[in-house]
T-cell receptor, first 116, second 114 residues
């Protein structure tokens, strides 16, 4: 069974540009969450999608957005990039929403975004 | 704010020794999960322990959960150099309704010397 696939693995963008990251969850998983990891702030929750609906959102500005498709694949978009957006962006998939189902979340390898 | 706080922040041991890492959290939880991360790569799920469980084993891993103290420990027995990584605990931060998210601590850096 394939794991969580994130593309691209590495990305270099210039301030002011926008970027789209992609995440394909494990087959059969319907919940996809996104996290940002930086040395200073650690792992921070961005948002969670379940069955194409955003179920939860972290404390990030509106420049960060996402969506989920009918096949559960998800994308996140960051517009008007800032230097501080440089981070490892991780996607996690799970079978169901955790609170109700208590299921594990499985992470992809991440996309390393560098903003110059 | 960080829900899980790991302790110690860094741990260095000799191969073959046991490594014990602790995690404390602040609010009630449904479950607690431990993850491993190798040098800026993705997180590898190690083990999930539910709030009604006290201990769980998986290979060389043993996790305990004490909900009265809001703490968990991860024990890695007979450590290997390949166990060198950062370890994170994550809680689901229970809220009413269907929404949930994992809240991570800052992680423990484990170095296993050959």
């Amino acid at each position: 069974k394939a794991g969580v696939t994130q593309t691209p693995r590495y990305l270099i963008k210039t301030r002011g540009q926008q970027v789209t990251l992609s995440c394909s969850p494990i087959s059969g998983h319907r919940s996809v969450s996104w996290y940002q990891q930086t040395p200073g702030q650690g792992l921070q929750f961005l948002f969670e999608y379940f069955s194409e609906t955003q179920r939860n959102k972290g404390n990030f500005p509106g420049r960060f957005s996402g969506r989920q498709f009918s096949n559960s694949r998800s994308e996140m978009n960051v517009s008007t990039l800032e230097l501080g957006d440089s981070a490892l962006y991780l996607c996690a998939s799970s079978l169901e929403v955790w609170v109700r189902m208590n299921t594990e979340a499985f992470f992809g390898q991440g996309t390393r975004l560098t903003v110059v | 704010s960080q829900q899980g706080e790991e302790d110690p922040q860094a741990l260095s041991i000799q191969e073959g020794e046991n490594a014990t890492m602790n995690c404390s959290y602040k609010t009630s939880i449904n479950n607690l999960q431990w993850y491993r991360q190798n040098s800026g790569r993705g997180l590898v799920h190690l083990i999930l322990i539910r709030s009604n469980e006290r201990e769980k084993h998986s290979g060389r891993l043993r996790v305990t959960l004490d909900t009265s103290k809001k703490s968990s420990s991860l024990l890695i027995t007979a450590s290997r150099a390949a166990d060198t990584a950062s370890y994170f605990c994550a809680t689901d931060g229970t809220h009413t309704g269907a929404n949930s998210k994992l809240t991570f601590g800052k992680g423990i850096t484990l170095s296993v010397r050959p």
